[in-house]
């Protein structure tokens, strides 16, 4: 156990690099995890863990590669354990919310059991937007930053209240569908269902603090969604856009509402509402302007989304 505040760190969760930047400790970050690209500083950094499924393919041929390992009980990542061990670090950063977005904090356990080295580990495990914000006052108090921690959370809590207050004077919510993968199709649970609302819509087929859930089509064009949003998680922008020609061949494509509505659109899932960290602000804004553009139209940043043609 280290005596003092951890000087070096190791990331291994996208959003918790991105809460060490914010409290203002990138400079001791040693290593990260091969999903963390954000600040662009963070890049820098050596990758401690690679995919040990193909990642590069359609959503379809993700899911079924991820589905097949995890059938064979095989890990999906794999940990550096001799560049670990090279890094000398005193504070690791996992999660335990998803074993299959980024590397469990029990198999890091046993990585780091296998190093001449030990670190303290501090595992964030987000499900609603209230745990993320306490993930980021774990970390600040982590890194000894407790007061920058509280910092960040009460900016964060302002701005997201600023949110509720402007989207609050809608007349009319719409139905908002928010799908986290494409084939088969997920919609997004855990904070994402709040961020909707906040935005001035009304979530369907998921619960805010509740895991995110495959459906069917079908269900899909039951729930008769107003507005739908493609959010691939792990997926940028450019990538979603890239597969969403083989949904629109669906037959069940020209019976969703939100297409007949003209009211579909593709975002930056990977980069703001996959994350559970500061950024998430950002995705609610990205949303209040999808779904009350004529009160929000403004929050929208360029290149973050893109309408889809019916």
Not at 64 to 92: C, F, I, N
Not at 173 to 183: A, G
Not at 240 to 256: K, S
Request: glycine letters at 8%.
């Amino acid at each position: 156990m280290s005596s003092g505040p951890p000087t070096r760190i190791v990331s291994l969760l996208p959003a918790a690099t991105e809460i060490v930047f914010a409290l203002g400790c990138g400079e001791r970050l040693v290593g990260i995890s091969h999903e963390c690209d954000f600040p662009a500083e963070a890049r820098e950094r050596p990758m401690v863990t690679r995919a040990r499924f193909a990642s590069t393919g359609s959503s379809g041929e993700i899911d079924q590669a991820v589905r097949a390992s995890l059938r064979a009980g095989k890990p999906l990542y794999e940990v550096d354990t001799e560049l670990l061990r090279s890094l000398h670090p005193d504070l690791l950063l996992v999660q335990d919310t998803c074993a299959v977005c980024a590397v469990p904090a029990q198999d890091v356990r046993h990585a780091v059991s296998q190093c001449a080295v030990a670190p303290d580990i501090v595992a964030l495990h987000a499900h609603d937007l209230p745990s993320v914000l306490a993930d980021i006052e774990r970390v600040a108090a982590a890194l000894g930053v407790t007061d920058a921690g509280r910092a960040v959370v009460a900016r964060l809590g302002e701005e997201m209240d600023r949110i509720r207050r402007i989207t609050a004077r809608v007349r009319y919510r719409p139905r908002v569908l928010c799908l986290e993968w494409l084939d088969p199709p997920m919609v997004a649970g855990n904070w994402v269902p709040t961020l909707v609302e906040y935005a001035g819509g009304r979530p369907l087929l998921a619960q805010a603090g509740s895991p995110s859930v495959t459906v069917s089509w079908q269900e899909v064009v039951g729930a008769a969604p107003e507005v739908l949003v493609f959010m691939p998680c792990g997926f940028s922008l450019e990538r979603t856009l890239a597969e969403l020609g083989e949904i629109r061949r669906r037959p069940q494509w020209p019976a969703l509402l939100a297409v007949q509505c003209g009211r579909v659109y593709a975002v930056d899932g990977n980069a703001y509402f996959n994350r559970p960290g500061p950024r998430l602000v950002e995705s609610a804004k990205i949303l209040s302007g999808l779904v009350q553009p004529g009160l929000c139209a403004r929050w929208l940043p360029e290149n973050t989304w893109v309408r889809i043609e019916p």
